[in-house]
């Protein structure tokens, strides 16, 4: 019994082995790279959740037995991104991988952490060191213009070493909108043009709520995120040499009348105004000649510029070190010798592995920077300004002796030249306001200077596997000021002094910060978790001095000072001080089973000292989640889409960008007063603003629903939708006259921003020939939706002479739009004027005459008046865009990038013709002359009694979208079996165009107005077409 008992077991084991057996199956197959086609040794091939496999050989190629179809083989290799692929015969299996930046699976920075790229579930945009390396920029920042989306750049101006203005999908706040700015996890002020550029390693760009809600208060403008490089392990020292010189010039000049065109117009506007006039001002016009050329006068065609960087950096397996040293010099292309920017940069970190489970390091830089500037977007106090609006007339330099013998030039402290020439003066030609640019430039003597700290250390403790305690102090510390003099000099009847002049600032700040943090990081088979806790604790404390003497019996700046003694009359002295401080506690959990479903949640509570006891704290909670689609088993295996994952995200994130102590009523000096039987005024203070102890924070709400993809292995592919709303922006209430002071700072303001944005990628490798081509696109609407219960528009913008507002943030329309008179056309001749009346029969614009605008009567009540103003542009655009072209051919590599905006209006204020005294553009000439002439530039006169050119209107609109190729760049490095001779590792030389071509229908120097211009053109400092000669040596 028991014999038969084992042969029944025996044979049903022989069956079920047998049955097994029948459904293994050997499947062979080869990979290769998707770059190339090159095979792939050593490739790793296992069954999925099993502990074995087989590895690929020298050609790529492997054999493996599989228990049955269906079985799903995972293809690994480090550096390579991983593949999947399930069976369904025992037919050669041809496997293509690619590296992991091409799957998504880079490593991002993100907030007191990193998160490979593939798990986010936030919008982060990530700019590389190999997108910045060796592309010559003033500042940092814009070198991210054109390649990220939802990060709108506009540089200040041409002026070396001005700033850029940063928006993070959209205008936030009416208040300030300025971007956080997170160096080495260090909050910095005032940008982050302190860095030398050789020493970035990336910059993330936090964009939704779900990102940047880590740092609550402060994020609400978004966040970026800036990493510098450190040394590296492998034993080596690396050092690298990066140098550029370049030449910079106008990339176009106005076209002005010349002096013999002013004067046939200015007597046309003369006779214009008094019909019966004799004798015009200018009787032979053509007497004249061409004339100055004023911008010829202020300009610089071969304006300067050089760079030199040197790194040194290494390491082992227990430290590791990099230090630098950078020095950057640039002429400005208007008034040179009033327009210079120098910067020293030096920094140093290292990291050093005590033990396996301690380590400390330290980051520290140091930036020195001298300016010299002048004024970059005003009618008539820049150089440009000034040479647009300056006649033609006028000589640069007076050279007649019976004119500078006689008056004003022999009885006043003209300005003269090194030869001891005047320079001229408008004899009665220009309005007093409009100078001599070269002359007023010889009247400047002034200068800036910056010096700035800024640097870290920190410690790190791992307790257990996984379980990590980090404190990191961080400082700001930063010394500013400046100086200038004005000599006893004679410009004009309005612009003379008859003392000299002194004044200096000087500045100093300290921001530090100490922040303690405890992350865990576990997993357990497929469940992956991440936690973090911290507290952090924040100080910004400033000191802001200035002062000036009049009558210093010195005549140059070089010997000026504030030690002088001058009467107490002639002394102003003045100062001020800043100090806030904020402590939060935050804490940030992330989950994903086995990187398909994913959620992070974060929560932040801030207490700041800008707002009282009432709200001196604030919660900014955040939550997302992703869902990586292509490792769900339904999703069918393919060459297509090769990665699709699906987020999206809600938070809320603060402001407190409000200055400080905005909740109490502070008081100030300057209120003078009579006491009691005093005979004269005593000096006292008194109440700024009535006190607000329930003022809170600007909060900013975000929801965002996004995608990341990779399409045939070689496209990438990023969309994000997107809705913020900010509320409780502050404005000043208001309050009824009887109380006699200004109304409290109030939350009653709140506005949107909705958009969509774009990022695409494709590169692909022929042979030796290799490229990528990136582009991105965002779309934004910003709009007020409320302004409080008695507001519908604040004021903004006006123009001089006359204060013209040109800009009104109103309700329903984009912050700061344009606003004025719609225009219809002109008035062809009389009959028009007539006929254009009212429901009663009168004459709607009754002072008009042929050649004059016609005025829209917006709200029809039968007059034209203030009333029928409306918003006509917008200067913030709607859509910007970029895209660049990487290439690479043997040792020839090349970059190309452009970017644009569209979307957007400029308003040229240059065209105020109603100013007599000035100069015109070339746009003059195509002025209404008679019937049918011209339907929408008006006729020329000195009364202008219609108010054409006087208002506000259309007329000064023109169309601000652009295309730039922005950077445009060829190299060539020398192969290595040459350099490797001379023990160098690396030679390469390259030639770089900056702002090469601008293709745009704006008529003035340059589209990119400046964010601080509001889209109004003064007369704006442009930027430079820069040429330059690079090279770039490793050791």
Do not use: C
């Amino acid at each position: 019994m028991k014999g038969k008992s084992t042969f029944i077991l025996l044979l049903f084991s022989l069956l079920f082995s047998a049955s097994a057996w029948a459904q293994e199956i050997d499947v062979s197959g080869r990979v290769t790279a998707k770059s190339d086609g090159s095979p792939l040794p050593g490739v790793s091939v296992v069954i999925q959740g099993a502990k074995t496999g087989v590895a690929t050989n020298a050609d790529g190629r492997f054999s493996i037995r599989v228990p049955k179809t269906g079985t799903v083989l995972v293809f690994s290799q480090i550096g390579l991104a991983n593949q999947t692929f399930t069976v369904n015969n025992n037919q050669p299996i041809n496997i293509q991988m690619v590296d992991e930046v091409g799957a998504l699976s880079e490593i991002v920075v993100v907030g007191y952490g990193t998160q490979k790229k593939s798990v986010v579930t936030g919008a982060i945009s990530q700019v590389k060191a190999s997108d910045l390396e060796n592309m010559p920029v003033t500042r940092i920042e814009q070198s991210l213009q054109g390649r990220t989306s939802g990060l709108t750049i506009t540089t200040g101006s041409g002026q070396p070493g001005d700033g850029a203005t940063l928006r993070v999908r959209g205008t936030t706040s009416i208040n300030n909108s300025e971007v956080l700015y997170i160096v080495d996890g260090v909050q910095v002020g005032g940008g982050i043009d302190y860095l030398n550029q050789a020493d970035i390693e990336s910059i993330e760009v936090l964009k939704d709520a779900a990102s940047a809600a880590i740092y609550g208060a402060r994020a609400a403008n978004g966040v970026i995120i800036v990493s510098t490089k450190k040394g590296s392990r492998n034993g080596k020292m690396n050092v690298n040499y990066h140098t550029y010189l370049g030449t910079q010039a106008p990339v176009r000049k106005l076209e002005l009348l010349n002096a013999t065109q002013f004067a046939t117009l200015y007597n046309e506007a003369e006779y214009a105004r008094t019909p019966n006039l004799v004798t015009p001002r200018f009787p032979n016009p053509s007497q004249y000649g061409v004339g100055t050329d004023w911008q010829a006068a202020v300009f610089n065609d071969n304006a300067k510029v050089q760079n030199h960087e040197l790194s040194i950096a290494g390491g082992n397996e227990k430290s590791t070190y990099y230090s630098s040293f950078g020095y950057f010099d640039q002429d400005g292309i208007v008034a040179t010798s009033n327009s210079q920017y120098k910067r020293f940069t030096a920094r140093f970190n290292s990291e050093h592995q005590i033990t396996k489970g301690i380590k400390f390091g330290q980051n520290i830089g140091y930036t020195r920077t001298n300016s010299i500037g002048v004024g970059t977007n005003t009618e008539y106090g820049s150089p440009l300004g000034r040479a647009i609006n300056m006649d033609p007339i006028t000589p640069l330099i007076e050279t007649n002796p019976a004119k500078y013998n006689a008056p004003p030039y022999s009885n006043q402290p003209v300005v003269r030249n090194s030869q001891g020439l005047p320079y001229g003066i408008s004899e009665g030609i220009a309005q007093s306001e409009i100078l001599n640019p070269i002359a007023a430039l010889a009247v400047a003597q002034g200068r800036g200077w910056s010096d700035k700290v800024v640097g870290n250390a920190f410690v790190e403790v791992e307790l257990i596997k996984g379980l990590k305690i980090r404190s990191q102090g961080g400082v700001d510390l930063a010394f500013w000021g400046g100086e200038g003099f004005t000599p006893i000099h004679y410009l004009s009847p309005t612009f003379s002094t008859t003392v000299n002049t002194y004044s200096r600032n000087s500045n100093r700040g300290l921001f530090w910060s100490l922040e303690n943090t405890i992350s865990y990081q576990k997993s357990i088979q497929n469940h992956n978790f991440t936690a973090l806790i911290g507290y952090s604790a924040q100080k910004n404390k400033g000191e802001l001095h200035s002062g000036s003497l009049q009558g210093l019996p010195v005549d140059n700046l070089k010997d000026a000072s504030l030690g002088f003694s001058v009467p107490k009359e002639n002394r102003d002295f003045g100062g001020g001080e800043y100090l806030n401080t904020l402590n939060s506690a935050f804490a940030r959990l992330t989950y994903d089973f086995n990187e398909k479903y994913l959620f992070t949640g974060i929560i932040r509570r801030d207490g700041s000292s800008r707002f009282g006891s009432n709200n001196k704290y604030g919660i900014f909670p955040s939550g997302s989640a992703g869902w990586v689609v292509t490792k769900e088993g339904f999703f069918p295996q393919n060459n297509i889409v090769n990665f699709l994952k699906i987020r999206g995200s809600y938070g809320i994130t603060g402001n407190d960008q409000i200055g400080d102590f905005r909740y109490i009523s502070t008081v100030s000096g300057g209120r003078n007063y009579t006491l009691g039987t005093s005979a004269g005024l005593n000096i006292g203070v008194s109440p700024d603003a009535l006190s607000n102890p329930d003022l809170q924070w600007e909060e900013t709400s975000s929801a965002d629903i996004g995608l990341d993809a990779t399409l045939f292995s070689n496209i990438s592919l990023t969309a994000n939708w997107y809705n913020k709303k900010t509320t409780g922006m502050l404005l000043q209430i208001a309050v009824p006259g009887y109380v006699g002071n200004n109304g409290p700072i109030g939350n009653i303001a709140d506005l949107t921003n909705k958009g969509f944005e774009l990022e695409l990628g494709y590169n692909k490798k022929l042979g030796d020939f290799s490229f990528r081509v990136a582009a991105n696109g965002s779309f934004v609407k910003n709009n007020i939706v409320f302004l409080g219960a008695e507001k519908e528009f604040l004021e903004g913008q006006k123009i001089t002479p006359q204060g013209l507002e040109v800009t009104r943030t109103k309700l329903g329309y984009p912050i700061g739009s344009f606003f004025g008179y719609r225009n219809e056309g002109l008035f062809q001749n009389q009959t028009d004027i007539n006929n254009y009346k009212n429901a009663a029969g009168s004459l709607l614009q009754p002072n008009a005459k042929p050649g004059d605008i016609r005025f829209a009567d917006i709200n029809n009540d039968g007059k034209i008046d203030a009333d029928d103003r409306e918003v006509i542009g917008n200067p913030t655009p709607d859509f910007t865009y970029g895209i660049t072209f990487n290439a690479a051919y043997k040792g020839f590599d090349m970059v190309v990038l452009g970017q644009g905006v569209s979307g957007n209006q400029i308003f040229n204020a240059l065209r105020r013709f109603d100013l007599p005294a000035s100069n015109y553009t070339t746009d003059i000439l195509s002025r209404w002359t008679g019937e049918g002439t011209s339907n929408t530039m008006p006729r020329l006169t000195l009364d202008d009694s219609n108010n054409n050119y006087s208002r506000s209107s259309s007329l000064f609109l023109e169309d601000g979208a652009y295309f730039r190729i922005k950077t445009l760049q060829v190299g060539y490095t020398l192969p290595n079996t040459l350099t490797k001779k001379a023990g160098i590792n690396k030679i390469r030389f390259y030639l770089m165009a900056n702002n090469l071509v601008t293709f745009t229908k704006y008529k003035g120097y340059d589209p990119e107005i400046g964010g601080g211009s509001y889209g109004i053109d003064r007369g704006f400092y442009p930027q430079a077409r820069t040429f330059y000669a690079g090279l770039n040596v490793g050791f």
